[in-house]
């Protein structure tokens, strides 16, 4: 059972455009949310993430909205640059407790053309 | 400025042989999470740990695998006779303590990646 989906393997924008990514959970005990980027061979890189009391939070070129009726985030990166092109994971944590592990989507890969 | 270290970055081992990975996590930071990502998925959690201490552990199968994060030195993720579908990319993450109201956020090492033969 895959508590967190990222439906879309891939995904291919242009430089300059928005890139928007999805994700959803189905676990409802999920009230955090984070999102990561992977390069080949290397580690998940922490991005940005979300509380379940807000439904948006923006960091530079990255925003991230919460739709927690439809258990539904999306990051959006605008401008979208060449060197944004990663794997880019979703990943849910349930607070209430001091065990924060995550569970990840299975990412989606976005390339971004010059 | 260490950031969470993982050793060895490749390790090959034959089906039957044992597998130790290695994770020091980041100054400050006293937890660890070991996931695990295998071809064409997400990565998976494993196990939670503190020092001396395992907190939960659900993630781990049941049997040849087990990990350790001791008073002194890195944590330590063991897998005896080791088999094929062992083969995957082993992460380890850190985080600050609970409290410190960065305790979600996760810092990842650059993993390990078991091929078995």
């Known amino acids: 059972d895959q508590q967190v989906k990222q439906n879309s393997p891939s995904l291919s924008v242009q430089e300059g455009r928005i890139s928007i990514l999805n994700c959803d959970y189905t676990?409802?005990?999920?009230?955090?949310f984070l999102w990561y980027k992977k390069y080949p061979a290397e580690g998940p890189t922490f991005l940005i993430s979300i509380s379940s009391i807000k439904d948006k939070n923006e960091d530079g070129r990255f925003t991230v909205f919460l739709n927690k009726s439809a258990k539904h985030l999306s990051l959006h990166i605008v401008p979208s640059q060449p060197g944004d092109s990663a794997v880019y994971f979703c990943a849910a944590s349930r607070s209430g407790g001091s065990n924060y592990k995550l569970t990840f989507g299975k990412g989606t890969l976005l390339t971004v053309n010059p | 400025n260490a950031g969470v270290m993982q050793n060895p970055r490749h390790l090959v081992r034959r089906r039957g042989q044992e597998a130790r990975l290695r994770c020091s996590p980041m100054?400050?930071?006293?937890?660890v999470y070991w996931y695990r990502q295998l071809p064409e998925e997400g990565l998976k959690f494993m196990v939670y740990l503190q020092k001396e201490n395992i907190i939960d552990e659900s993630g781990m199968p049941k049997e040849r695998f087990s990990a350790e994060f001791p008073k002194e030195g890195p944590s330590i993720l063991r897998i005896q006779q080791v088999v094929r579908g062992d083969s995957a990319a082993y992460f380890c993450a850190s985080s600050p303590p609970p409290g410190t109201g960065l305790s979600y956020e996760q810092y990842f090492g650059p993993g390990t990646r078991l091929t078995v033969t």
């Open positions: 676990n409802s005990m999920f009230d955090y």
């Open positions: 100054k400050g930071h006293s937890h």
